[in-house]
């Protein structure tokens, strides 16, 4: 039988987010796994060539993903309370970062969410999730947000 010790957690503090973290931690509750919550800041990489300065690009990531820091110990206090838990700050492509956070911490297991985009924000965005499915080494749950009554 398949053992889940480390769970790999992505999240984006989006409406969505407590939602993943609940799936999550029922998961982590189940098995005894510890959680390893995860979320990407954005690298601003591809905008170098439009005459912003990289230190600026820098600095401005940089403030992203100390402030991310402490909204991560916040929701990780509140959603992963009692749980072996960390919250992991990294900053480049979601979905590049995602697979290796679930790789360098051996996850067996990776939750994260959809925001089921369609049409042209499909084409021209693609997918985080869809890119995480079709690459982890270990099983990957999507939760949908929920539906608007």
């Known amino acids: ?3 889940v010790n480390t769970i790999v957690c ?3 503090f989006s409406e969505g987010s407590p939602r993943v973290a609940e799936y999550a931690a029922t998961l982590a509750k189940a098995t ?3 959680l390893v919550c995860v ?3 954005p690298s601003l990489a591809e905008y170098v060539g439009f005459n912003v300065p990289q230190a600026a690009l820098d600095s401005f990531v ?3 993903v100390s402030s991310a820091g402490q909204t991560m110990d916040a929701f990780v ?3 992963f309370a009692g ?3 960390k919250g992991l700050v990294l900053a480049g492509y979601p979905a590049e970062e995602i697979l290796a956070a679930a790789e360098e911490q051996q996850a067996d297991l990776i939750v994260m969410g959809t925001h089921g985009r369609t049409g042209i ?3 021209i965005f693609g997918s985080v999730a869809e890119k995480v499915v079709k690459s982890a080494r270990c099983p990957v749950l999507t939760v949908k947000p929920r539906e608007e009554a």
């Open 1 to 3: 039988m398949a053992s």
């Open 10 to 12: 992505a999240v984006d």
């Open 32 to 34: 005894g796994a510890r």
């Open 39 to 41: 979320y990407i800041a």
């Open 62 to 64: 940089g403030d992203v």
């Open 77 to 79: 206090a509140e959603h």
């Open 83 to 85: 749980l072996p838990a």
């Open 121 to 123: 924000d499909r084409i």
